[in-house]
């Protein structure tokens, strides 16, 4: 992976969520990652100066489309989204599917299907820039909630991403990373690098910082949905020799219930 020339910018939404636009170093023309409010969007794009090209949606939750259709209006840009919901995607010009790869502003996309949270849902992964958004699937140290799909989805959509090069950034759909925090050491108490992130974390959270990114190799260290395969999480759980969807699904359970 070569330097990349992407640039980035994260920016706090609604009450948890996060926007995210990006665009290559320097340039005018934007791409945004989902929209779930219009005006923190629009003052990002007036501040830089950017036109809104590409609206990249992950899935279909309200709170992560509420601005397609204004933002199309005021920007006309074109909208991307899953192919097994664009009848529920407002504004939606092109669907794609798991497997697929677009070019958007001449950067590589390869789109990821990670359904569980939602039927639908995918991430968007850029190749040549080493950084995966990832919405409501994979977050720091925890996992979406499954609403439409089952474990078994969720976990494979997880395994997907957890195969992505470790250096990979990860940007999540929302700032749960405290709450995901305690509820990790709940159940993997004895990982000493989880410990010290919870701490790290709290830190951040003290000062109003965001702890977004993360990367996949973080992940794999200390989120216990992708680590349902240790031996100390599983002796907590009791659930020594069972199937790792069965461990992914007692974990989530647990989670819903923190």
Do not use: W
Not at 215 to 233: C, G, H, M, Q, S
């Amino acid at each position: 992976m070569t330097d990349s020339t992407l640039q980035i910018f994260q920016f706090p939404c609604r009450s948890d969520n996060y926007g995210i636009i990006m665009r290559e170093r320097g340039a005018k023309e934007a791409i945004c990652i989902d929209a779930p409010e219009v005006e923190p969007i629009e003052d990002v794009l007036e501040d830089k100066g950017l036109h809104l090209h590409t609206l990249l949606t992950t899935h279909h939750h309200q709170d992560h489309v509420e601005g397609n259709k204004s933002l199309k209006a005021s920007q006309k840009c074109t909208i991307i989204g899953p192919a097994e919901e664009e009848d529920r995607i407002p504004g939606i010009d092109q669907s794609v599917n798991h497997g697929d790869e677009i070019e958007v502003l001449g950067r590589r996309v390869q789109v990821i299907g990670t359904p569980g949270h939602t039927l639908g849902q995918v991430a968007y992964y850029f190749p040549d820039d080493g950084v995966v958004f990832a919405a409501d699937a994979l977050f720091a140290m925890g996992c979406g909630r499954i609403f439409e799909g089952d474990a078994e989805m969720m976990h494979t959509a997880l395994q997907r991403l957890a195969r992505l090069p470790d250096e990979t950034k990860v940007y999540a759909g929302h700032e749960y990373t405290l709450s995901n925090a305690k509820f990790a050491v709940s159940v993997d108490g004895t990982n000493k690098r989880l410990l010290e992130r919870a701490r790290e974390v709290e830190l951040l959270r003290d000062e109003g910082a965001p702890t977004l990114p993360t990367t996949i190799a973080e992940e794999k260290a200390t989120n216990p949905f992708l680590r349902v395969k240790d031996p100390a999480i599983r002796a907590y759980l009791g659930m020594e020799d069972a199937d790792d969807v069965d461990v992914f699904a007692e974990l989530r359970v647990r989670k819903d219930r923190f």
